[in-house]
């Protein structure tokens, strides 16, 4: 490895962290998640008039106050224009500036990944990867509200939004061993939020008041059936490196 060209040491990282989160079936990657990790309800976009209303109000640049806003209007093609404009703003702004709106992002990007419309899912993880892009070393202290939804996220049934999401995981942790480390840390809020996205009926993960039956019994199967995927996605991701260390005792015993 010491001979090995920086470029390709860096790759060889990036493609050993692809492979951990790859160990679950169908998905070929990273988990995904839903919820904010225990720091507000799991009433998908019920949530809306509390946890959005909270972030946007503690951001001091205003063109991404009025993004944020923007995204969490109940009108699907409202947020999707609004996290296109959000992305260019991202695209234009310093790590610094970016730093002082990731706790605002991250109550919005909890509600907007309860979306029913794929097309909003997939452009939260556009958005979401520009963001890390630019200031992925100050995105630590707000892992455990974004990690759930995040690693469930990854096994979403629409393709679009699962590869969008791993994507985001390859961007914020090009090595395996950070990888893990994330996984360790975040583990707590991912089984909380599994274990009550689990607990829903269709009518109670989802506002009744706004929300068709049909629409609540979508998001139900999707919350649930993706929950499940990324509780088995986790438990590989943390077995694979024992056992292709056991594996590979093995080999070497046997080629002794």
């Not at 509600?111 to 097309?119: I, L, P, V, W």
């Not at 791993?166 to 480390?181: G, H, N, S, V």
Request: overall charge positive; aromatic content about 8%.
């Amino acid at each position: 490895d010491h001979g090995m060209p920086k470029g390709k040491k860096a790759s060889a990282s990036s493609q050993q962290a692809a492979s951990l989160l790859a160990g679950g079936s169908g998905f070929g990657g990273f988990g995904g998640f839903r919820g904010g990790g225990g720091s507000g309800p799991s009433s998908g976009e019920s949530s809306l008039s509390t946890e959005a209303i909270f972030g946007p109000g503690e951001v001091q640049d205003t063109e991404i106050a009025f993004c944020l806003k923007k995204v969490s209007k109940r009108d699907p093609i409202t947020k999707l224009k609004a996290l296109e404009q959000l992305t260019k703003v991202f695209g234009s702004k310093s790590s610094s500036e970016i730093k002082g709106c990731i706790h605002a992002f991250s109550y919005t990007f909890n509600q907007t990944a309860m979306c029913n419309d794929r097309r909003v899912r997939a452009g939260l993880y556009t958005c979401f990867g520009e963001l890390l892009r630019k200031a992925r070393k100050h995105i630590g202290p707000h892992l455990k509200r974004l990690f759930p939804n995040w690693w469930i996220d990854t096994c979403d049934p629409c393709n679009l939004v699962a590869q969008g999401a791993k994507r985001c995981f390859e961007i914020a942790c090009p090595k395996p061993e950070t990888l893990r480390k994330v996984l360790t840390k975040c583990k707590g809020s991912l089984f909380k939020t599994i274990g009550r996205n689990l607990s829903h009926a269709p009518n109670t993960l989802s506002d009744m008041k706004t929300t068709t039956k049909e629409q609540a019994l979508e998001r139900f199967v999707r919350v649930v059936s993706s929950s499940i995927l990324a509780l088995e996605a986790f438990v590989k991701a943390q077995t694979q490196p024992q056992a292709q260390a056991q594996a590979q005792a093995q080999a070497q015993a046997q080629a002794q």
